[in-house]
């Protein structure tokens, strides 16, 4: 079964820098589309962050030209780069994907979550 675990978070000031990462932590499965989602203290959780199996990446309008969304090529570990930090940025950063792929090959179909690790800033 497979789960995804975030890291990388932490507290850093406001200019600073973060490097997220997201991976199944048995080490079995790959993906296809990944995303990094966050969520701030009331209210919803919004897309950050997404990038397609052949490469492609989409960002919110309040990140672009600050975060870079990428992949290793085995395409098991999902990074989020967060350069340029804001206050605004505090929040919990969640991965999550649509599909696994087995060793096989074979995909599972499924809504795929990490726990979140929490990125605060301080102004």
């Known amino acids: 079964q497979v789960q995804l675990v975030e890291s990388g978070g932490g507290v850093v000031q406001a200019g600073g820098s973060l490097r997220l990462s997201c991976a199944d932590s048995?080490?079995?499965?790959?993906?296809?589309?990944m995303a990094w989602y966050r969520q701030a203290p009331g209210k919803q959780r919004e897309l950050v962050a997404g990038?397609?199996?052949?490469?492609?990446?989409n960002y919110a309008d309040s990140v672009k030209g600050r975060f870079t969304i990428s992949m290793d090529n085995a395409k098991t570990t999902v990074y989020l780069q967060m350069n340029s930090l804001k206050f605004e940025d505090t929040a919990a950063y969640y991965c999550?994907?649509?599909?696994?792929?087995?060793?096989?090959?074979?995909?599972?179909?499924?809504?795929?979550w990490g726990q979140g690790t929490q990125v605060t800033v301080s102004s």
């Open positions: 999550h994907t649509p599909t696994i792929i087995g060793y096989s090959g074979t995909r599972y179909p499924g809504d795929y």
């Open positions: 048995g080490n079995i499965f790959s993906f296809t589309d």
């Open positions: 990038i397609s199996s052949d490469g492609t990446t």
